[in-house]
C-alpha cells in the first residue's frame, strides 16, 4: 500500500481482556516497529521485526504483551489480561532494508481499558 | 533507558516568525537524526534528517542543526505558520535501525 496502515483506529476494552492490534506495513519494507506513546509523552520502544524475525523484544513491557509477523507483511501486537496502564496510542513503522529517511509511521490504534 | 531529549516543553511563536527547536541526545556514536512532527491524532511524519558527517541540512523551510561536540540537534523553522503547530520530536538512530525518540516538544502557532 501507499502508507503503513493500522487497525482498529480506536479501540474501547474492559479491563482483563485481551486485544489485537493489526499494522500493515509499506509493500516492500523489510523492518517493522511498534512504539507505545502514553498521553503527552513520547515514543517507546516495543517490538523491532526484521523480516518475519524479532531480533530485539527488549521494549515489551511484561509477558502480557506478544507479537508476530507474517513473511514481510502484517503484524499483530497481542496484549493480554489488558490493564488500565496499557492505555495509550500503538505506533507501527515500517523502514526499507536501506533506512531511507527512517520509518514511516501508521495513524496508530488509540487503545483505552476501561 | 532511552535518553533523546528536549530542552523546552512547549513553544509559543507568533506567526511568521522563525521557530527553534532544540534536542540532546546521548550516544556520542550515533550517526543518523531525524526530525519528526506529529500532528494531533496523527503518526510522526518525517520532516528532515541529517547524518553526523554534516553540521547542517537545509529543507523547505527547515534547517537542522547538530553540534557533536556537546551531542546537541536543532531544529529551525523559518517564517512559522499555522500549520506548524504540531508535536516536534528529534529521533537517533541506535542499533538494528532502531530510532529513540525524545519526549517531543509542542509548538503552538499564534496568529
Known sequence: GAGVSQSPSN?????????????????????????????????????????????????LPSDRFSAERTGESVSTLTIQRTQQEDSAVYLCASSSQHFSYGYTFGSGTRLTVV | ??????????????????????????????????????????????IIDIRSNMDKRQGQRVTVLLNKTVKHLSLQIAATQPGDSAVYFCAEKRGNNRLAFGKGNQVVVIP
Open chain 1, 11 to 59: 479501540k474501547v476494552t474492559e479491563k482483563g481482556k485481551d486485544v489485537e492490534l493489526r499494522c500493515d506495513p509499506i509493500s516492500g519494507h523489510t523492518a517493522l516497529y511498534w512504539y507505545r506513546q502514553r498521553l503527552g509523552q513520547g515514543l517507546e520502544f516495543l517490538i523491532y521485526f526484521q523480516g518475519n524475525s524479532a531480533p530485539d523484544k527488549s521494549g
Open chain 2, 1 to 46: 533507558g532511552e535518553s533523546v531529549g528536549l530542552h523546552l516543553p512547549t513553544l509559543s511563536v507568533q506567526e511568521g516568525d522563525n521557530s527553534i527547536i532544540n534536542c540532546a541526545y546521548s550516544n556520542s556514536a550515533s550517526d543518523y537524526f531525524i526530525w519528526y512532527k506529529q500532528e494531533s491524532g496523527k503518526g510522526p511524519q518525517f
